[in-house]
């Protein structure tokens, strides 16, 4: 039987989890989640697929996980899930006290300054995830991407058909943006301090002569900055916040240590 039919049955039958077959199933899951050979949700022709069925073996592996204090250094854990171990072998620099789990894929090259990383996670090479800096479970991350330092970084493990997070190549996200509930960022995007996009936030493109909405996306290239918008309601009118796009990244603000001139460029303080 294969690995992903063994999981989608114990996800309709949680008795089947006292079996060795299907924790074997599990287990080899969180394994393969941690080397990169699976992905929670990976790129297409046609876009990004959500792998569901990795996520439910994600969400059914912490009931057969037991409660254990893990020792690392002077730091005391108690958790279910053990910590990722091994980050010479990977090329991984990891600055104390930085945490990931077991189950995050931390590609070559990537830069863990004090910061989260759960299980699930994608950190793609070349990416620097800044101090306190959080990446939460099943979150994407691409190559080269800069997390600045507070950046929240949402997870996603249930509904199991919702999108995670997704930041691809390139981009930066400046410091304290809070990013949740499977937007996605395109690529060589910059969000400038202080952006908060949640699935229902409104991005406005007001760089024409008439304003453009998304939600739940940022085109490639997009230079974006808190906003706040007015909205009626039965109180009164009331500023609400909403995310602006003001501007697209120039040539010269390719290179990943020029990313601050992106903002800088269009007026907006770093």
Avoid at 225 to 250: D, H, M, Q, W
């Amino acid at each position: 039987m294969k690995i992903k039919e063994i999981v989608e049955n114990a996800w309709d039958d949680r008795r089947l989890l006292e079996s060795k077959e299907t924790q074997d199933a599990i287990n080899s899951v969180i394994d393969q989640l941690d080397s990169g050979q699976l992905r929670v949700a990976e790129p297409t022709e046609n876009g990004w697929k959500v792998n569901e069925w990795v996520k439910k073996a994600v969400i059914l592996y912490f009931p057969l996980q037991k409660m254990e204090v893990i020792e690392t250094g002077p730091f005391e854990y108690h958790d279910k899930i053990k910590l990722k171990k091994g980050y010479e072998k990977l090329g991984v620099r990891v600055v104390p006290p930085a945490t990931a789990r077991y189950g995050a894929f931390i590609n070559s090259g990537v830069i863990l300054m004090p910061s989260y990383v759960n299980i699930g996670a994608y950190v793609d090479s070349g990416t620097m995830v800044d101090t306190w800096a959080t990446v939460g479970s099943c979150a994407q991350i691409g190559k080269n991407v800069h997390l600045s330092g507070g950046v929240g970084v949402g997870g996603v493990l249930e509904p199991v058909q919702a999108a995670p997070v997704i930041i691809e190549d390139n981009a930066f996200i400046g410091s304290r943006c809070i990013v949740v509930e499977g937007v996605r960022i395109g690529r060589e995007a910059v969000l400038g301090a202080n952006v908060t996009l949640t699935g229902s936030s409104k991005i406005i493109d007001v760089t024409g002569d008439q304003p453009v909405e998304y939600k739940g996306y940022v085109p490639e290239r997009s230079v974006v900055v808190p906003g706040s918008y007015t909205k009626k309601f039965p109180a009164g009118e009331y500023n609400v916040n909403c995310a602006l796009i003001i501007g697209k990244r120039k040539a010269s603000t390719d290179l990943k240590t020029s990313l601050n001139d992106a903002l800088r460029e269009n007026n907006v303080s770093v």
